[in-house]
């Protein structure tokens, strides 16, 4: 580790910091995609017999990615403030991504 000094003193980075910033933000941009998305096929009715099979799936995707963008946030937070429970955070992170490699891989 190396320390970096600021104004406010000496920090040290973080790596997983930075990889869990990337994770929730990329989960977070995922979820608003979807859920726009969603919400841009309610304003079609006269395609709703096109997207009708989409539905289920694509409401299943928005909750999954929202869970996923929780718990990024969550484990976000714990390494941030170097709060006890952030080990557990981490590894609901972990599930949650290994849940969506299990949900989404090619069969």
Request: charged letters at 15%; hydrophobic letters at 60%; aromatic letters at 12%.
């Amino acid at each position: 580790m190396r320390f970096v000094f600021s104004k406010y003193g000496p920090h040290i980075m973080r790596p997983v910091t930075a990889l869990l910033g990337i994770v929730m933000g990329s989960a977070v941009a995922l979820a608003m995609g979807l859920l726009m998305t969603w919400i841009v096929i309610l304003f079609l009715p006269a395609e709703e017999a096109r997207f009708a099979p989409e539905h289920a799936p694509l409401l299943r995707a928005i909750a999954v990615f929202t869970l996923v963008s929780a718990a990024s946030a969550g484990s976000l937070y714990g390494e941030l403030r170097e709060r006890s429970w952030r080990l557990a955070a981490h590894g609901a992170t972990l599930a949650m991504l290994a849940m969506v490699v299990w949900i989404y891989w090619p069969k």
